[in-house]
């Protein structure tokens, strides 16, 4: 069995946003040389995320509207979180709803999708460089 391990970094300028790393997540595979197998994407942050869904500007419109509806990042002091000098506390409840990690097929070297698929990345709490784990394991 083969195995492959690979970090990405971002440094997305905003407090929020959504990346498209799909392409980083190919080449990865790409670089594993593995055919069949499987790959695990996940953030190694507690404030952003890795989801699977469709690449669509008005759906990331929508998210962004739906997580600000659920848990604003103001006022900040709403959170007892942010009692502890940090004003993230909406961050940590928008990266629960939003997911950890995916777990993808690798079929034939390549990841084996529906066909509007497409991982993103979620930050939460930008404007700072931050990590994305790759594992791929497989022949
Ligand atoms: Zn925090």
Redesign the pocket.
Known sequence: MKSYRKELWFNVPTRRGFLNITPQVREAILESGVTEGLCLVNSMH??SSVFINDDESGLHEDYEKWLEKLAPHAPINQYK??N?G????D??LKRQVMGREVVTAITKGDLDFGPWEQIFYGEF?GKRRKRVLIKIIGE
């Open positions: 507690i404030t979180h942010n502890t940090e004003d993230n506390g961050a940590h709490d």
